[in-house]
């Protein structure tokens, strides 16, 4: 049985207030982790009905994480059919300079063999630039997805990248490849970034530093998530002493 954690915050008559760590059971997760997108995955998985599809938007560090991200990571490839990645531009979802990705798979039943074969994967982010203000992304953006993507007929997709077009966005990796790959990485990305080797093309230094700005912002978060849980565990630990 695994357990969940989430934190919340109390305020008092007086405006005090006060961090707390809400834990709670549950059998149907992988693993124990505080980290809310993790256990967003865990939960949208044990939701799906056998045959069941999801499509579920997480940040990179669900990619990537490892400890209990790599334990989603393997069992999701395990348990379900994860097909597609569609890796977005910054600060589509979530906070401005998070970036995140959509996630496709299917429940399936079970099996001793994993049923993961191939995950494809759409970069509609490397050398790709958007803004909420004035370049807001259109659903014409994500054209060409969908028709790599092939709804109702996956089993017929052809990637558009090879040694010859080195720019095709599209492209499979198999289930040995990606266990293969530390923490059974789901980061995947191969397209050369002209940003990084050309500083005429860089955007407006106003946007890197909302970019920068954005980053920090969401990096404190983490980092006030952390210690919020740590506090509370010496609190419980300093209660248990007494």
């Not at 990305?189 to 990084?196: K, T, Y």
């Amino acid at each position: 049985m695994c357990q969940a954690a989430r934190h919340s915050t109390v305020v008092n008559e007086e405006g005090d207030s006060d961090r707390q760590t809400l834990t709670y059971n549950r059998p149907d997760f992988w693993t124990t982790t505080s980290n809310k997108q993790l256990n967003f995955v865990q939960h949208v998985k044990s939701l799906l009905k056998v045959h069941g599809r999801a499509a579920v938007v997480v940040p990179d560090n669900v990619l990537f994480e490892g400890g209990a991200g790599e334990t989603v990571r393997r069992n999701l490839l395990q348990e379900c059919e994860v097909h597609t990645l569609l890796r977005l531009p910054t600060g589509i979802f979530y906070a401005q300079g998070v970036k995140a990705n959509v996630l496709f798979f299917d429940r399936r039943p079970g099996a001793k063999d994993a049923w993961t074969k191939t995950v494809w994967v759409y970069d509609l982010r490397t050398n790709r630039h958007f803004t909420l203000k004035t370049k807001r992304m259109a659903r014409t953006d994500l054209d060409e997805f969908v028709a790599c993507y092939r709804p109702g007929d996956r089993n017929n997709r052809k990637a558009t990248w090879s040694d010859a077009t080195p720019e095709g966005r599209w492209r499979p990796y198999t289930y040995e490849e990606i266990l293969a790959r530390d923490k059974v990485s789901l980061d995947l990305f191969w397209l050369r970034d002209e940003s990084l080797e050309d500083s005429a093309n860089l955007p407006d230094p106003h946007l890197l530093a909302q970019e920068i700005a954005d980053d920090l912002r969401s990096a404190l978060a983490q980092i006030e998530d952390v210690l919020g849980d740590l506090e509370q565990r010496v609190d419980a630990g300093a209660r248990e002493e007494a």
